[in-house]
């Protein structure tokens, strides 16, 4: 099993910028991918970002140029970098994990409890 713990979240004008944390423990050499995706309150999620262990990125349209995905091995912790946050940007971003063909599927086997993120024009 892994476990992932978001941090970061908060509440900023459009414009700033915020830091997601996401620490991971348990067996997290089963993962071969790690991400983001957020979930507006009321809508369909959408995954941000996926970042396999070979380091291959893929991006949502919707955030390239503005959000950053990287990670320290060394701590077990993947970050998201959000600058230039908009208010459709507002939504509950979770942290994932996934195994094998669960990564491409973006069906991923573990997920953090989340940390919201509000974008206030």
């Known amino acids: 099993q892994v476990q992932l713990v978001e941090s970061g979240g908060g509440s900023v004008q459009a414009g700033g910028s915020l830091r997601l944390s996401c620490a991971a423990s348990?067996?997290?050499?089963?993962?071969?991918?790690m991400g983001w995706f957020r979930q507006p309150a009321g809508k369909a999620r959408e995954v941000v970002v996926v970042?396999?262990?070979?380091?291959?990125?893929y991006y949502a349209d919707s955030v390239k140029g503005r959000f950053t995905v990287s990670r320290d091995n060394t701590k077990n912790t993947l970050y998201l970098q959000m600058n230039n946050l908009k208010p459709e940007d507002t939504a509950m971003y979770y942290c994932?994990?996934?195994?094998?063909?669960?990564?491409?599927?973006?069906?991923?086997?573990?997920r953090g409890r989340g940390t919201q993120v509000t974008v206030s024009s």
């Open positions: 994932v994990a996934g195994r094998g063909l669960r990564c491409p599927a973006y069906d991923f086997n573990y």
């Open positions: 348990g067996y997290t050499s089963l993962a071969d991918c």
């Open positions: 970042i396999y262990n070979d380091g291959r990125t």
